[in-house]
């Protein structure tokens, strides 16, 4: 069948569904602390209907599936429904992103359901610092749900960890050391523009290059390793089990140019960017009964919407200034 290629001819290989804006955390450059607006029930997909967009997808060349939110773990029957995607013939990958808090005791259950990999976010390993940037004090869940993960062989396990000078720079070698002893790549993610980042200034966006340099200064030069698909540029420290993703999504001048992606919202729309807030609504049409062949010319459609790059995505000034899909509802 023919690939879903975009106008710059990248073919398009990898989905990220998110499948709830709801969270049981509220990372402050992510959501505000009270007065979320939550997406009705009603007006979230339901798993037929994004099932319905992947058994049309798969075919067209899409391998690899993230599942991601608001807090995914929190969707009701998200076991069923990661089994339903595994059987989709010709997927290769299953992956899901959490924040962790559920995952230690749903993580065998997950991985007999087809769930391949898990990303778990963790943006400091200090507890009061958790507290502050999630506004929860439950560090030790993600800790236990990152240890449950690797038990049952989610794997590989990533870490992500969001970057913010003067909240976590001076963590940069601590991550990094995790991965001498433990078979984790942790992957160290700028800040984005998005979401209610506008709360922080600026000057609080460390660069990729930036934190490779602070790894360097403790361990030494890093070892490139070659990188999968995605935008991480990947290394090792010299000997150690695990590995570091670095990922310069704003600075980064590559990470366009290779991007295969595409993204469905909580609320049923094809983004074709993160930064691009040009969205083709799927739900909508599909509810009032679209064809298959339709819904995969709507699919067709926003691919094509998919830019050259986030520097030419009109939502990017927008997501600056707060406003527009927020990353819970995107999945990031
Ligand atoms: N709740 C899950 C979690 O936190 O892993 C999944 C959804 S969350 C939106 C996905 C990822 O986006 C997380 O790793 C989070 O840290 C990241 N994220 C959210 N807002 C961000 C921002 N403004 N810049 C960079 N990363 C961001
Ligand atoms: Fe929730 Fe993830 Fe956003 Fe944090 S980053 S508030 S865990 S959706």
Redesign the pocket.
Known sequence: MKPLVDLHQRRIKYMRISITDR?N?R?R??MPSTGVEWVPHEQIMSYEEHLRILRICVPRGVEKVRV?????LLRKDLPEFLASIRAIPGLKDLSL???GIMLAPMAPLLKSSGLVRV???L?TLDREKFAYITRSDAMDRVVEGIESALENGLSPVKI?A?AIRGFNDDEIPAFAEMTISKPVEVRF???????C?SRYPEQEKITAPEIKEAIEQVYGPLEPLQGGLGPALIYRIPGALGRIGLIG?MSEHGFCGKCNRIRITAKGALRPCLFSENEIDLVGPMRQGITDEELEGLIEEGVRKKPSNHGSCAGQQIAHEGQGTM??D???
Do not use: H, K, Q, R
């Open positions: 969270c955390l990372c450059y992510c991601t939110g608001g807090e995914p992103t959490t924040n990303n778990v976010s943006d992500n969001v993610i700028e800040l984005m523009p998005l979401g980042v999504a990353m819970f995107i999945g990031g």
